[in-house]
């Protein structure tokens, strides 16, 4: 039986790259003559060489989805779109009409930083008992840069980091943050220090006696409320009200910082949670003032309480 092989075969410096479509062809007609004979003739004027054309055509564009798909998990070829959710995975969001090289380059800077990079010191900040959600902005260049984003972003000052965590209001609490952020942070990492929260200081000091002050801050608390209404499709729970509460408090619970929450986000969350549940409407209330969607800056973080949270 001919051999299709996979994708692997076809891995290069510049990422997968498809087969010829010369040869998908003849490894096709090949399986035809090891079913039906050596003699059985492949010609394109006949109907088995027709065939072989759609059959060809139909693997090709399979290999090349499969192509795509592999190659937008990789950051030295992904891009538009699939560059900006890898970008994300280490919380480095593209700046406003940056192209894919530009934006490509930072990440792969960024990684290349080792465990001095944002994702290493968000999971350190994580691992830290009370810590409810924590940004980490982290700009690997001399200049300024607003972080994630021009629109709603923070300037972190060049080589350095900008960390906030909504983390405990007590010192112990606080120097656990700090000694989490020290044991992550890579040598020569700046803290950029430019009053964007409650800022908090802690000094460390290493086993050879010289102090290093650690720079975070604790964020900004956005009163929000939410209210939805909503109707059972073919929910067979107990309460419904209770139930759609609580997939909205579990959503936010995991969504709290540096984010844009949508009302489409949440109605998709009461679904998800609960199958069976229909929600009519839903919008959050900040004041007097209805929005459909809430931004949370890096240095916000969303506050509702369980009578923040209306149903209908």
């Known amino acids: 039986m001919a051999a299709f092989g996979n994708l692997y075969d076809h891995q290069t410096k510049?990422?997968?790259?498809?087969?010829?479509?010369?040869?998908?062809?003849?490894?096709?007609?090949?399986?035809?003559?090891?079913?039906?004979?050596?003699?059985?003739?492949?010609?394109?004027?006949?109907?088995?060489?027709r065939l072989v054309e759609a059959m060809t055509l139909l693997f090709v564009d399979v290999l090349g989805v499969n192509a795509q798909n592999a190659n937008s998990?990789?950051?030295?070829?992904?891009?538009?779109?699939f560059l900006d959710s890898l970008g994300k995975l280490w919380g480095i969001d593209r700046f406003e009409n940056e192209a894919d090289s530009d934006y490509r380059r930072r990440i792969l800077e960024s990684q290349s930083r080792g465990n001095g990079y944002?994702?290493?010191?968000?999971?350190?900040?994580?691992?830290?008992?009370?810590t409810n959600a924590c940004v980490v902005l982290n700009n690997p260049h001399k200049d300024v840069a607003i972080l994630p984003n021009t629109k709603?972003?923070?300037?972190?000052?060049?080589?350095?980091v900008y960390i906030c965590a909504d983390c405990e209001d007590t010192d112990a609490a606080k120097e656990a943050v700090a000694h989490a952020i020290y044991s992550a942070i890579s040598a020569g990492c700046g803290y950029t220090d430019n009053g964007f929260g409650s800022k908090v200081?802690?000094?460390?000091?290493?086993?050879?006696?010289?102090?290093?002050?650690?720079?975070?801050f604790r964020p900004i608390q956005k009163n929000v409320e939410i209210h939805a209404n909503v109707r059972s499709g073919s929910y067979t729970g107990l309460d419904i009200i209770a139930?759609?509460?609580?997939?909205i408090e579990a959503y936010v619970g995991k969504h709290k910082m540096n984010t844009t929450m949508t009302r489409g986000e949440l109605i998709t969350a009461i679904a998800a949670d609960n199958s069976g549940i229909v929600c009519t409407d839903l919008y959050f209330k900040i004041g007097s003032t209805t929005l459909s969607e809430v931004v949370l800056r890096p240095n916000e973080v969303l506050n509702i309480t369980t009578n923040d949270v209306t149903i209908g």
């Not at 998990?73 to 779109?81: H, Q, T």
């Not at 944002?118 to 009370?130: C, D, K, L, N, P």
């Open 14 to 49: 510049n990422g997968i790259i498809i087969p010829q479509t010369s040869s998908v062809k003849a490894t096709i007609e090949q399986a035809f003559k090891d079913i039906f004979g050596a003699d059985l003739s492949v010609d394109p004027e006949t109907p088995m060489g």
């Open 73 to 81: 998990l990789n950051p030295e070829v992904a891009a538009g779109a």
């Open 118 to 130: 944002a994702e290493s010191i968000r999971a350190a900040i994580s691992q830290v008992t009370g």
């Open 152 to 160: 709603n972003g923070i300037p972190v000052e060049g080589h350095s």
């Open 201 to 216: 200081s802690v000094d460390i000091e290493d086993t050879a006696g010289a102090t290093t002050t650690v720079v975070f």
């Open 243 to 247: 139930d759609a509460k609580a997939a």
